[in-house]
């Protein structure tokens, strides 16, 4: 998962850009990066880590021009430690290409070998975005007419990066010395909304990961790209926007609306705020009707995505709502660290209950959902701790029993907690006296009846279905495998002695 923006302004978009990243910072922490377009020239910093650490003031000062995009990376594909895949990419031909991906490409084995053996392309990194920007590169290069560039010319690119490509993408896009490219992907996955703003008289877009970097940019939200949609605007300011025209299906990431989003945003027209509300109605009905038995005295969310559905489940149940734990906003990342207690302890200082709310009291916890299951059970460790009777725990999310293949980072099908358990064994596991799960189609019906016209969804981490229909169970013992393999090396190189990998590919006149 990650966050993309891409700004076509009437002044310089730098600060724009910067802060934009910012409010998209939730979506990636790994890296950062803008590229600025200042006539032909692009101009371009990235680096490893937070926004506010990779760029200081003199990066700031070298971003010239007008128009831009940036990312924020959370590594899926890839190395997380590989300074080298922190976006945008950059190719200079034709004309000059910068890119920014958000989402994942399940067919980039494939690509990588027709880049090699057909279209005679070098792809330098294993970042399956390196890989999307090369065959945006060679369609496009296959549709210049002499020395100029048409719009038509960047629908036709976007149409064959489609046949081509297969997987999630949301994508930002700028061509030096033309404009800039978004399009999205024909089941439209991953989300990308476009924004505009009135500045003397002319109007500036902005294309963002989520609706929050918009409205706190003084932008105007206009509409969603659609799926398989390509949108291209000028330098100079000209909107020219085109549908697919091979077949589309909107089903956008049900994880979207559970966790990843903030809940200020708005994707596709839903509300994330209201969507997590409904969750937490639908599921303390099923409280009341599966497990009505269960003296409950008190709901307490962990924080922070699952506020909206406790406190909405515990008016629904007419049960008290308290904050149970406080969580440290300024500790830092977890890292590979030697030793399970070292492990425990780092999980702990990020959380810190409150004992006398959970003294002698059955505690009912909600959490957005429990992937491997770890954290739940050391929290659930935590409230016995600090006094508590009984703990339950409700998840807002399903069961999640299946890799994602489409941008969440998900662990292998061994690592998720509910593949091949029972909610009783689950329960046993993380040392709970009860584990509630959203049913799926219930967590459906809560997004759909904030958008009526979202009706399809991208469920694949829930029930397996993967809607590009080429995930097969080879592909996932080979992913797995991958990552396996991946952590191992991750391990290593954390765990070696501290070099200085304050590189942050300096500023670069890329002409």
């Not at 930002?172 to 978004?182: E, F």
């Not at 949108?231 to 000209?238: A, E, K, R």
């Not at 393999?485 to 590189?503: M, R, S, T």
């Amino acid at each position: 998962m990650c966050g993309i923006l891409g700004v076509v302004g009437q002044t310089p978009v730098n600060q724009l850009l910067y802060d934009g990243l910012q409010l998209l910072q939730h979506r990636g922490q790994d890296a950062a990066g803008i590229v600025t377009a200042n006539g032909k020239s692009f101009h371009m910093h990235k680096g490893s880590g937070m926004v506010r650490d990779v760029f200081r003031t003199r990066n700031m000062r070298s971003l010239l021009g007008n128009a831009g995009i940036g990312h924020v990376r959370y590594p899926t594909a890839g190395s997380a430690s590989n300074l080298a895949e922190a976006q945008p990419f950059y190719v200079n031909s034709p004309f000059g290409v910068v890119l920014a991906h958000n989402g994942n490409l399940t067919n980039t084995d494939e690509l990588k070998a027709d880049m090699y053996r057909y279209d005679l392309r070098h792809i330098n990194t294993n970042s399956d975005s390196e890989v999307l920007l090369n065959v945006f590169a060679h369609e496009l290069a296959q549709r210049v007419e002499g020395y100029e560039l048409s719009t038509n010319a960047v629908f036709e690119a976007v149409e064959a990066v489609h046949r081509r490509v297969r997987g999630a993408y949301a994508v930002v896009a700028m061509i030096a010395g033309y404009g800039l490219v978004a399009f999205r992907d024909p089941n439209g996955i991953r989300p990308l909304v476009i924004g505009t703003n009135d500045s003397n008289g002319k109007t500036e877009y902005m294309f963002a990961s989520e609706s929050v970097a918009l409205d706190c940019s003084g932008f105007k939200v206009l509409r969603d790209v659609e799926p398989g949609e390509c949108v291209f605007v000028s330098f100079d300011g000209d909107f020219h926007a085109q549908p697919s025209k091979g077949p589309t299906r909107h089903a956008p990431c049900l994880f979207e609306f559970v966790y990843f989003a903030r809940p200020d945003s708005v994707i596709d027209g839903a509300s994330v705020y209201q969507a997590r509300t409904v969750m937490g109605e639908t599921l303390a009905e099923k409280i009341r009707r599966v497990l009505p038995q269960l003296d409950i005295d008190v709901v307490m969310p962990i924080p922070d995505t699952s506020r909206p559905s406790a406190l909405q489940l515990a008016n629904h149940l007419g049960l008290p709502y308290r904050e149970g734990f406080i969580k440290n906003r300024y500790i830092g990342r977890t890292f590979i660290m030697p030793g399970q207690a070292v492990r425990k302890k780092s999980v702990r200082q990020k959380l810190n209950p409150v004992a006398c709310e959970f003294k002698d009291r059955n505690v009912l916890l909600v959490d957005d959902s429990i992937v491997r299951g770890t954290t739940s059970k050391e929290i659930v460790q935590m409230a016995r701790d600090a006094g508590a009777k009984k703990v339950y725990f409700a998840s807002a999310a399903p069961a999640v029993r299946f890799p994602n293949v489409y941008g969440i980072d998900m662990p292998t099908r061994a690592e998720l907690l509910a593949t091949g358990r029972t909610e009783e064994e689950i329960a046993a596991e993380i040392g709970a006296d009860a584990v509630i799960y959203q049913d799926l189609d219930a967590l459906k019906d809560a997004v759909h009846s904030v958008n009526r016209e979202l009706r399809d969804f991208e469920t694949s981490c829930f029930n397996g279905e993967y809607i590009t229909g080429d995930i097969t169970e080879a592909y996932l013992d080979a992913i797995e495998s991958a990552r396996r393999d991946g952590k191992g090396q991750k391990e290593e190189v954390e765990g070696a002695q501290p070099v200085d990998l304050n590189l942050n590919v300096a500023e670069q006149n890329l002409i």
